[in-house]
């Protein structure tokens, strides 16, 4: 299977605190996107990350890309409860406009 | 308009019946995809079409049959589906690009039950 994998599964925070997650992925990319899924619903797109860069900030959210060893992290800095949600990790086939989910790391934020 | 929206929110169909799933963008977005989502699992690609065009086709049964009836309406039709296709259904767009490709805008879904 091409699928990503995240790590942690699921993860349990204090609002005010920092969220860490990681994902590892399989083959060449060109670029690495983040994902948020509230319970049920639809994914919004959070960050795209190219294959060239290293690390890219968007408000609070900050992701890293090592293209070297395949993984990408996701950093939510001064987390709240309205972060609670799944958030996956994209990453598209080369060549093609295929999109690969990571396993997906479910957030819990404690108010 | 940045929405992609998708009817009906929720469809409960016997083994027997025919249904269909609508998807609707209106960002001018010539990539369009469907995605099954089981429940604590990710989204899985099942189709995707690029200028109106059957592009991927990730090996799905073909009770599972797509339509491309404009660059704005993405349909899929439902037959003879089993209990195990209980899922999510996820309609996405996105831009056609030369370069790298971009990010994907979501539908809420729709949740079907089969029973």
């Known amino acids: 299977s091409q699928q990503g994998e995240e790590d942690p599964q699921a993860l349990s925070i204090q609002e005010g605190e920092n969220a860490t997650m990681n994902c590892s992925y399989k083959?060449?990319?060109?670029?690495l996107q983040w994902y948020r899924q509230n319970s049920g619903r639809g994914l919004v797109h959070l960050i795209l990350?190219?294959?060239?860069?290293r690390e890219k900030h968007s408000g609070r959210l900050r992701v890293t890309l090592d293209t070297s060893k395949k993984s990408s992290s996701l950093l939510i800095t001064a987390s709240r409860a309205a972060d609670t949600a799944s958030y996956f990790c994209?990453?598209?086939?080369?060549?093609?406009?295929?999109?690969?989910f990571g396993t997906g790391t479910r957030l819990k934020v404690l108010a | 308009d940045t929405e992609v929206t998708q009817t009906p929110k929720h469809l409960v169909m016997g083994m027997t019946n025919k249904k269909s799933l609508k998807c609707e963008q209106h960002?001018?977005?010539?990539?369009m995809y469907w995605y099954k989502q089981k429940a604590k699992k990710p989204p899985e690609l099942m189709f995707v079409?690029?200028?109106?065009?059957?592009?991927i086709n990730e090996s799905v049964p073909s009770r599972f049959s797509p339509e491309c009836p404009n660059s704005s309406l993405l349909n899929l039709h439902l037959h003879a589906l089993q209990p195990e296709d209980s899922a999510l259904y996820l309609c996405?767009?996105?831009?056609?690009?030369?370069?790298?490709?971009?990010?994907?805008?979501f539908g809420p879904g729709t949740r079907l039950t089969v029973l």
């Open positions: 996405a767009s996105s831009q056609r690009t030369s370069g790298y490709p971009p990010e994907q805008f």
């Open positions: 990350i190219r294959s060239n860069e």
């Open positions: 083959t060449s990319i060109n670029n």
């Open positions: 960002m001018g977005h010539r990539a």
């Open positions: 079409y690029s200028y109106e065009k059957l592009s």
């Open positions: 994209a990453t598209d086939v080369s060549g093609t406009y295929k999109y690969i």
